[in-house]
């Protein structure tokens, strides 16, 4: 118990909670925005995978970072109108399109990897954002390296979610957004477009996704490689159900999560990593997860039109 008392207050320990969480904040957004629009994007995690890849090869290539930020959000956005057009005009599956979409965008990132670096074996590195230093804040103690010891795109990733909540409920875009995807009949019957709105909502949030991806090349490892999304997209879906499709909570429950792999990775290198096989504390993180997640969820209120087609004239 002294182990698990010392990591909880440790300033290293809360600085990774934020630094795990800010690419599931972003991921996670862009997911709910889908959602809330009435579609459900299940490319995200293929959407991630090249944005991951995007961003890093644009700054390995000479860009800047923020260039391979806005290179990896164009791609994620690209993924993104493709998902829109077979979902929204034609109203094919959501489950199918988005399954699609995440086969197609990994295999790019996978087959463009390989042509550009034929022969490389050992991915190659970037210099990646750096932590962003704040006049007394980040020289204070505990509070400076715990808090204050984030990547300017960390920073980015809770801006977005107060963004999100902004244009949400605060702005008529936000409450068409809404509407289209509880009541698109009623949108319809004001004159606005259900379908511009969706697709507009699912390339955004796509955009959103690949930038949560390229957080892990630029922001977390420096490099690409294979199966380094490793299921983080299928974390954010859960999370805008924890979230109940609501940016604050969505925002707790990344920090949950995050919180929970980071304790794991601490827990491994007590004495109790000597005893228990290390599979079972990476389990933990996804245990405790679903099990926050059936708790949560019982309460939620699902959009009404969400995974529902929309024609034009429908009643």
């Not at 074996?121 to 715990?146: C, K, M, V, Y």
């Not at 259900?194 to 957080?215: C, E, K, N, P, Y």
């Not at 954010?236 to 999560?257: D, Q, T």
Request: charged share 10%; with cysteine.
């Amino acid at each position: 118990m002294s182990e698990l008392a010392d990591i909880l207050i440790s300033a290293s320990f809360w600085a990774a909670v934020l630094r795990i969480a800010a690419p599931l904040i972003f991921a996670t957004m862009g997911e709910l925005i889908c959602e809330r629009a009435g579609v459900l994007n299940l490319g995200i995690e293929g959407i991630m995978v090249f944005g991951a890849f995007a961003g890093w090869v644009t700054v390995y290539a000479g860009g800047g970072l923020w260039a391979g930020v806005a290179v990896a959000m164009l791609a994620g956005m690209g993924f993104g109108a493709v998902h829109a057009l077979l979902t929204v005009p034609f109203g094919l599956s959501q489950h199918v399109v988005g399954l699609g979409i995440t086969m197609l965008a990994t295999a790019s990132a996978y087959y463009a990897y390989r042509l550009a670096l034929p022969e490389v074996t050992n991915p190659p590195r970037i210099e990646p954002f750096q932590p962003l230093h704040i006049p007394g804040l980040s020289d204070l103690p505990w509070l400076g390296e715990a808090l204050f010891s984030q990547t300017a795109l960390s920073w980015a990733g809770f801006a977005c979610v107060a963004l999100t909540a902004l244009v949400l409920y605060r702005t008529p875009l936000g409450l068409a957004l809404r509407a289209a995807g509880e009541n698109p009949q009623a949108v319809e019957a004001q004159g606005l477009s259900v379908a511009a709105l969706r697709m507009g909502a699912v390339i955004v949030g796509s955009g959103l996704m690949a930038v949560g991806g390229a957080f892990l090349t630029m922001s977390a490892f420096s490099s690409f490689f294979f199966e380094m999304v490793n299921g983080r997209g299928w974390i954010c879906i859960a999370l805008v159900v924890f979230g109940a499709w609501k940016p604050g909570k969505a925002l707790l429950g990344a920090l949950l999560f995050a919180g929970f792999d980071a304790l794991q990775v601490r827990l491994q290198q007590t004495g109790l990593g000597q005893i228990v096989p290390y599979q079972v504390f990476l389990m933990i993180p996804y245990l405790l997860s679903i099990l926050a997640l059936i708790l949560m969820s019982r309460r939620a209120e699902v959009p009404a039109a969400l995974m529902t087609p929309f024609n034009r004239g429908d009643r």
